[in-house]
């Protein structure tokens, strides 16, 4: 095993991680903005799947965690500001619009993020899709299931006047053990450590 240089199409500077979807690593590239995919088994970067949604003022790309969909999150506006965020999903080869934020928590973000983009960035958790900023300490999510936009408020133990940065991580433990029980009849069973279910319960809940 060794490394070996890839070349890759002009990629941002931003803390956003690439989605991992199918076979495909999926980024998104400068203005004007458009995905590139990295084939993972060939190492071949194809060419974009689709087209993006128009009058994108920033765009992220993140994959659920069981790898099943595919989501962008894009601040649409006119010169490079945002006046609405949206949630679109790959649905059979086309991007669907399923989330728009309000606009008086529009108004929170774009204070917050001060219209610069390049310290936003997006994850997914469950069926949560998370927007971050790495200078702020409050998340904002969007719930796919209930199409519902909400505030992770900032963690109480911080000082209110914190001068740092924040990165934020989706983080899901399980604990798992492969039991085998040889018998006549040679039968194999998972067994799931019951610390699992003890640490679910104690994990908060949004």
Known sequence: MSWSPLQSPALPHSPQKPALFGDCLYFTTHEPFSIARLHIRSNEWLPSPIDLPGDLAFARVVSSSDGKGLFLVGGV????????????????????????????????????????????????????????????????????ARGTWHWLPRCPLLQEKWSCGFRWFSFAPDLFALLVVNTSSASMSTWRDSRTAQLSRSMPMV
């Open 77 to 144: 506006g006119q010169d490079g500001i945002s006046r609405s965020l949206r949630v679109w999903e790959m649905v059979r080869g086309a991007w669907v619009e399923i989330g728009r934020l309000p606009d008086m928590m529009m108004r929170k973000f774009v204070s917050v993020c001060y219209h610069n983009y390049s310290h936003v960035y997006c994850l997914c958790h469950g069926g949560i899709v998370c927007v971050c900023c790495t200078t702020w300490p409050e998340v904002l999510f969007f719930k796919v």
